[in-house]
T-cell receptor, first 111, second 114 residues
């Protein structure tokens, strides 16, 4: 499976945009980029996913580079409740929606 | 609508014992997956079931088994428990197995093996 690389941790200020990078330089043409987050002691929560185009929903925006080798998750106005571990995951057609989690990025939103 | 529900929420067992964890998917979802999350690591895939058939198995020993019932609920069984089986066990459901289909996770069962 193609792997993703994320920074282990990052801080951001409450009310500011949080930009979370993810590198997936070996991504295949049929692999989706998914983002999930896990707040302490809870199950992972789906945030957003995309294939080629940028995507936006009520939680976040996903920016995928034209060559698809990297992406950025944007939380437009971070709140303290956004403190969590954020996982960038690739899913490929043969594996259905099975998720292979890496280490993720531990995001701390500070007042 | 109820989300994915798991029971029990916490469980303490001793080495060598057997444990059964239960999961009820979101109404209408036909797929259930199980993940193990050891402290400090990301979740690891154990099993996936769809329409009561096993559709995927992760790199776990045969002590781990699962099944899905006609109502789409699922059980994860672990025999001959080891200390290393202590973890958060997560269940996830989806309506299909497509790569374009997101997973909904429960809050998990925290298993402690003493």
């Amino acid at each position: 499976d193609a792997k993703t690389t994320q920074p282990p941790s990052m801080d951001c200020a409450e009310g500011r945009a949080a930009n979370l990078p993810c590198n997936h330089s070996t991504i295949s043409g049929n692999e989706y980029v998914y983002w999930y987050r896990q707040i302490h002691s809870q199950g992972p929560q789906y945030i957003i996913h995309g294939l080629k185009n940028n995507e936006t929903n009520e939680m976040a925006s996903l920016i995928i580079t034209e060559d698809r080798k990297s992406s950025t998750l944007i939380l437009p106005h971070a709140t303290l409740r956004d403190t969590a571990v954020y996982y960038c995951i690739l899913t490929r057609r043969a594996a259905g929606n099975k998720l292979t989690f890496g280490g993720g990025t531990r995001v701390l939103v500070k007042p | 609508d109820a989300g994915v529900t798991q029971s029990p929420t916490h469980l303490i067992k001793t080495r060598g014992q057997h444990v059964t964890l239960r999961c009820s998917p979101i109404s209408g979802h036909k797929s259930v997956s199980w993940y193990q999350q050891v402290l400090g690591q990301g979740p690891q895939f154990i099993f996936q079931y769809y329409e009561k058939e096993e559709r995927g198995r992760g790199n776990f020993p045969d002590r781990f088994s699962a099944r899905q019932f006609p109502n789409y609920s699922s059980e994860l069984n672990v025999n001959a428990l080891l200390l290393g089986d202590s973890a958060l066990y997560l269940c996830a459901s989806s309506s299909r197995l497509s790569t374009n289909e997101k997973l909904f996770f429960g809050s998990g069962t925290q298993l402690s093996v003493l």
